[in-house]
């Protein structure tokens, strides 16, 4: 076109610097935010910010975080928001902004469920329905090469997430992690045109491929490591 846009301002897509200069940027909002919010808590990537207060405070914190990031130049997004207590009805009266979505079931941060088990349930639920949406389009690719490597490269990255996110002792998310495993395996006895699998063979293509596997990381067998990896790292 005839209109030049200069890369001058901001950091070009794709920087890796980018998320860290942002940060740096919004830590200070943040730190206000908690000075003038006595008892509050946060945690946050990027522009994900999730904050603990109590069900009194929320409205006023809540304006003051618009506040905070309206010095910045950002604009609060209603529908990307979500304010979450556990007791049903207790924000009601709360005095939020009418458009602010409110649930008393759960709320999700980073795409990881947090709330009552039936929340978790369907959230869990609609992740490995993506995955199977996946898996079963790889099974659809007429070269099993390509399809080998897009299935070591794109199925496990998701329930990983989850892993080092969810408690250790959440049986709902072991569950899942079981039949991702599953899954998989059977994607794999697709691709290679084979009947079934053995135990034993289920269990060597997890192991990486310089010992003699096919690289397909199993979130099963790592949750544990890959959790506490989570905090260590």
Not at 45 to 66: G, P, Y
């Amino acid at each position: 076109g005839s209109h030049t846009m200069w890369s001058c301002k901001g950091t070009q897509q794709g920087d890796p610097f980018g998320s860290f200069i942002f940060c740096l940027g919004l830590r200070p909002a943040l730190d206000r935010i908690l000075a003038r919010c006595s008892g509050a808590r946060a945690l946050a990537s990027s522009d994900d910010i999730l904050l603990a207060v109590q069900t009194s405070q929320l409205a006023a914190v809540f304006q003051v975080v618009v506040e905070e990031l309206g010095a910045l130049a950002f604009q609060v997004n209603l529908a990307k928001c979500c304010a979450y207590c556990p007791r049903p009805g207790a924000l009601q009266d709360a005095g939020l902004p009418a458009d602010l979505p409110v649930s008393y079931e759960g709320n999700l941060h980073l795409g990881v469920p947090f709330g009552t088990d039936a929340f978790i349930d369907r959230e869990l639920d609609k992740i490995a329905r993506t995955s199977c949406e996946l898996l079963q389009e790889i099974k659809e690719l007429d070269d099993p090469q390509v399809a080998l490597l897009i299935l070591r490269m794109s199925a496990a990255p998701r329930m990983v997430h989850l892993t080092r996110a969810m408690p250790l002792y959440s049986e709902q998310l072991v569950d899942h992690l079981v039949q991702h495993d599953r899954r998989v395996a059977d994607t794999l006895t697709h691709i290679l045109g084979l009947v079934d699998l053995t135990d034993n063979q289920r269990a060597q293509i997890h192991l990486p491929i310089r010992l003699g596997g096919f690289g397909l990381l199993s979130p099963h067998f790592t949750h544990i490591a890959g959790y506490f990896g989570s905090f260590v790292g």
